[in-house]
Structure formats: structure tokens, C-alpha cells
């Protein structure tokens, strides 16, 4: 394609015969001639460099030849278009009849916008995920230290810390070990799927193991697998429909915390519905036909204060009723014991006392 051109025109060419690409690139010339005048004449085009080159492609199949033709114009969109359908007047190849059908004229300026403007959104994406915020610089140093720390044990995807670990989490794929790494757990081995390696099921023969699962149907499968062909302590699950690559740093972290013994889950229909009915926490235990919960023994505080004597914080004091032997009897009220003024009070007898007498005088 001539590098001025404007416009290109593609054209299906269909021959009863077997032609050759100098056939039709002669059947162009030689059958638009004199069709259009001397101004639109294809041979005085193209030595004006107004058209291109006239680039065919044809293949022959079952005694039949199909090809495409193209044209590059630099004319304007009329011309071009009469040229356009110049090429459908041809009607022989060589010694075939054949049919040439103009299917598009490309606006090569468009196709041009158009590859500009890709590019340009292509170069701004680059640009925005190559750009690092500074708050953000700590975190992602963080994370990538993270990533890196990522090995393998006997052939599966590992953090570092399992092969010397006393307690490992099995989980499904790499992903997972990867987004547990994020958050600081480096103890993770990866199954890789439902058919669990013999290397990940002996490990869990050997240490404290915790199975970290989708909360799918396929996390269900793994821990049916994982029960079979090796031995499990305990059992995580990732909320409903949700897997454990996608969780955050909290939703990781409470996870591992709610995890519950594998017995427990055994005789569930599945580990989130075993995580759902609350088993996972220790409860009053229920005497069979008792219909009470049995007591919890006392703490050692509790057995401090009763041998003390003292009641226990909250406790209501019970009144207890004294022997009537003990209770209390009124007693005559005290004597009045005169003031200190002095006052004059009567005599009882024919004398009078020296204080009255002292007073009269």
C-alpha cells in the first residue's frame, strides 16, 4: 500500500479456472482502459502516484481460483469510487470468466485515528499502573518482600517456613499460598487441586494440620480427600462463596481464629454448615435425660473467698433469723440527768435544802 493513499478498496475476485496473479493484475488494466477517460486512466494514476500497487492474493480449489484484491487510492472519495467500480466491470480472466465484487473502501485516515487512539489508552494504562503513590510505598515493598518468600516442598507450591514448621494449612492452589504470604502466613502448602499429592497427605500424617478451604463445593471435595488419604486436626473455611485468594487480612485472620476440630466437622454435612450451627465454640454440656446443664467446677478464686468467708462479687446477703435467746429486748430508756443551769425546785419536806434557801436570800 502506497504510502499517500487515502482510501483502500477490497475486492473478492471468483474465476471458473485456475488463474494466476499476473492474470488478474492484467485483466485490471487491460479491461479499464479507456473505460473512464484519460483523467481517471489506472496506468496514468498510478505513474501519477494516485493509486498504489494492486496487490492480489489467489489460490485455486476444485478447478475453481478465489482471491482478494486491494487498491490503494489517493484520490478523493468520488473517484475513488468510481474506480471502485471500474473493477466490477470485469468480467474474464486469461481464458475464465470471473467476478470481482468490490466489498469496502477503507478510510485509512480513520483506521489511522483509530490506532492512535488505542495506543494512546494502551501508553496512559502503562503509565497509571507504573505509577507508585507515595503512601503506598511502604506497603507495596511489604507485599513484594512477601511474594518472594514463596518456595516449594517436594514439587508444591510452599511457604518458607513449612518445611520446619511444627504446624502447616493446607490450602488449594498457589494463589492461595501467595495471598497468605500478603498477610504473614508463611506456613501454607498448596494440593493443587482434588487429587492430593502422596507428599502433602504424609505431611499432614507428621504435623499439626489445618485445612483452609473455599467455601464451595470444591473446598467441600478437597477436605473429603484430605480426611481419606491423610490426617487432619483442624478445619477453616473461607465465607460462603467466596474463595481464600480473594479474602483481606481481617477476613484471613478470622477465619484461622474460628477454625474447629476436624471431628467436629466429620459428622456435618459440610465444614461451612459445622461453622454455621456454632460448634466451633466450647459449650454447657447436657446430661442425657437430666434436662439440666451440668455445673462447671469453681475457679480458684472462687474457692479463695469461701474459705475466707467472703460471698462472691455480686452476691445478694441472705438474712438469717437469730435464736430468741439472742434477739434483743428493749431495755428502760436512761435516767433525765438535770441541766447545768440552776433552778429552783420544790421541797418534798417541811425543810427547805440550803441551795433553795441560798436562792430566796
Known amino acids: 500500500m502506497d504510502e499517500t493513499a487515502k482510501y483502500l478498496i477490497h475486492a473478492e475476485i471468483t474465476a471458473a479456472g485456475v488463474v494466476e496473479r499476473s492474470d488478474v493484475v492484467g485483466a485490471v488494466f487491460g479491461q479499464t482502459e479507456g473505460l473512464l477517460g484519460d483523467e481517471l486512466d489506472l496506468r496514468d494514476l498510478q505513474d501519477s502516484k494516485k493509486v498504489g500497487r494492486i496487490d492480489v492474493n489467489v489460490r485455486s480449489e476444485g478447478g475453481n481460483s478465489y482471491g482478494e484484491i486491494t487498491v490503494g487510492s489517493g484520490l478523493d472519495k468520488v473517484e475513488t469510487a468510481i474506480l471502485a467500480a471500474a473493477l466490477e466491470t470485469i468480467e474474464q480472466v486469461g481464458p475464465c470468466s470471473a467476478e470481482i465484487v468490490v466489498t469496502d473502501i477503507e478510510d485509512i485516515r480513520s483506521a489511522k485515528r483509530r490506532a492512535v487512539v488505542e495506543r494512546a489508552t494502551e501508553l496512559l494504562a502503562a503509565f497509571d499502573a507504573d505509577a507508585v503513590r507515595t503512601e503506598d510505598i511502604v506497603e507495596t515493598v511489604r507485599k513484594r518482600a512477601r511474594v518472594e518468600d514463596i518456595t516449594t516442598y517436594e514439587g508444591l507450591p510452599a511457604g518458607p517456613r513449612v518445611a520446619d514448621s511444627d504446624a502447616v494449612v493446607v490450602v488449594e492452589g498457589r494463589a492461595d499460598v501467595l495471598q497468605l504470604l500478603k498477610h504473614g ?12 499429592p502422596e507428599a502433602a497427605a504424609a505431611l499432614t500424617r507428621e504435623r499439626t494440620v489445618t485445612a483452609f478451604l473455599d467455601g464451595d463445593r470444591g473446598g467441600d471435595l478437597i477436605l473429603e480427600e484430605l480426611s481419606q488419604v491423610g490426617q487432619l486436626d483442624y478445619v477453616a473455611v473461607a465465607p460462603r462463596g467466596r474463595s481464600v485468594e480473594d479474602l483481606s487480612y481481617e477476613a484471613v485472620m478470622s477465619a484461622l481464629r474460628e477454625k474447629i476440630p476436624y ?5 456435618a454435612d459440610s465444614a461451612a454448615a459445622a461453622l454455621d ?5 466450647e459449650s454447657v454440656t447436657v446430661q442425657p435425660g437430666a434436662g439440666r446443664a451440668t455445673r462447671r467446677p469453681p475457679s480458684p478464686a472462687s474457692r479463695a473467698r469461701r474459705r475466707r468467708g467472703r460471698p462472691p462479687p455480686g452476691a445478694v446477703p441472705i438474712r438469717r433469723r437469730r435464736p430468741r435467746s439472742a434477739m434483743w ?25 440550803p441551795s433553795a434557801c441560798s436562792t430566796r436570800s
Not at 502466613?185 to 492430593?196: C, F, P, R, S, Y
Not at 471431628?263 to 459428622?267: F, L, M, S
Request: no cysteine.
Open 185 to 196: 502466613v508463611k506456613n501454607a502448602i498448596a494440593v493443587e487441586g482434588t487429587d492430593i
Open 329 to 353: 429486748t428493749p431495755t428502760a430508756p436512761p435516767t433525765h440527768r438535770p441541766s447545768s443551769r440552776t433552778t429552783s425546785t420544790p421541797s418534798s419536806g417541811p425543810t427547805a435544802t
Open 277 to 281: 450451627a456454632g460448634t466451633g465454640e
Open 263 to 267: 471431628e467436629t466437622v466429620a459428622d
